[in-house]
């Protein structure tokens, strides 16, 4: 994919109901579908938009911390309000950028789809990286914060943005990591949010970076 399907499917991800993956425990590898039990047809596994999952924890994070000063909830909560707040600001700034002004009759959601609209008017492209950098951050930060997996990092250029390191959240604030980092059998690309899924995918692209080296 080139940077502008990479943005549209990461705005996508994060502010619409999506198709998503699960491991197949039988076959190996990932499927984004499930079978009926009634009618035996597949059926797509579907997530709501990442927007809106982290928002749910925002405000379990407010149940949490009420007046018992207790919740279960809250080592997760907590969290993903700091982060909440940083995304909100993020998108408040870029309002401002762009239109001149902050625009609260906008929802998250709509702030991040009008500022992806406005890189396309940036003929050199950098536009569309800066704002992919970005929300390729908030989409994998969400993620981590929700399902946290073990991650191999792993040093080398990514293949498709060059880049050799991206920042991730990380216990209220963003570190720096190597771009590239893998779950088991597969490896994403915390910069641009390219993937490499399945033991093929990853040795084509271990080779291709022991040809880098």
Same mark, same amino acid.
């Given at each position: 994919?080139?940077?502008?399907?990479?943005?549209?499917?990461?705005?996508?991800? +994060?502010?619409?109901?999506?198709?998503?993956?699960?491991?197949? +425990?039988?076959?190996?590898?990932?499927?984004?579908?499930?079978?009926?039990?009634?009618?035996?047809?597949?059926?797509?596994?579907?997530?709501?938009?990442?927007?809106?999952? +982290?928002?749910?924890?925002?405000?379990?994070?407010?149940?949490?911390?009420?007046?018992?000063?207790?919740?279960?909830?809250?080592?997760?909560?907590?969290?993903?309000?700091?982060?909440?707040?940083?995304?909100?600001?993020?998108?408040?700034?870029?309002?401002?950028?762009?239109?001149?002004?902050?625009?609260?009759?906008?929802?998250?959601?709509?702030?991040?789809?009008?500022?992806?609209?406005?890189?396309?008017?940036?003929?050199?492209?950098?536009?569309?990286?800066?704002?992919?950098?970005?929300?390729?951050?908030?989409?994998?930060?969400?993620?981590?914060?929700?399902?946290?997996?073990?991650?191999?990092?792993?040093?080398?250029?990514?293949?498709?943005?060059?880049?050799?390191?991206?920042?991730?959240?990380?216990?209220?604030?963003?570190?720096?990591?190597?771009?590239?980092?893998?779950?088991?059998?597969?490896?994403?690309?915390?910069?641009?949010?390219?993937?490499?899924?399945?033991?093929?995918?990853?040795?084509?692209?271990?080779?291709?970076?022991?040809?880098?080296?």
């Amino acid at each position: 994919m080139n940077t502008e399907q990479k943005l549209n499917q990461a705005v996508h991800e +994060l502010t619409r109901s999506h198709v998503t993956t699960h491991d197949d +425990l039988q076959g190996g590898g990932k499927r984004s579908f499930h079978t009926d039990p009634e009618s035996g047809a597949a059926v797509p596994f579907r997530e709501m938009p990442l927007f809106e999952q +982290l928002r749910q924890e925002r405000v379990s994070s407010t149940r949490s911390s009420g007046a018992s000063g207790s919740g279960s909830r809250a080592p997760v909560a907590i969290p993903a309000l700091v982060l909440w707040n940083e995304i909100q600001e993020t998108l408040n700034t870029r309002m401002v950028q762009i239109d001149g002004k902050d625009r609260p009759d906008l929802s998250p959601e709509a702030k991040l789809q009008r500022w992806a609209a406005h890189t396309l008017q940036d003929p050199s492209g950098g536009l569309q990286q800066q704002c992919l950098r970005t929300i390729v951050g908030w989409a994998m930060a969400i993620q981590n914060l929700l399902h946290p997996v073990r991650k191999t990092e792993i040093l080398g250029t990514c293949p498709e943005c060059r880049e050799t390191h991206a920042w991730s959240w990380q216990e209220d604030e963003w570190i720096r990591n190597t771009a590239l980092a893998a779950v088991g059998l597969d490896v994403t690309c915390g910069a641009c949010g390219s993937q490499w899924c399945g033991a093929e995918a990853v040795t084509s692209l271990a080779v291709s970076l022991r040809d880098a080296a």
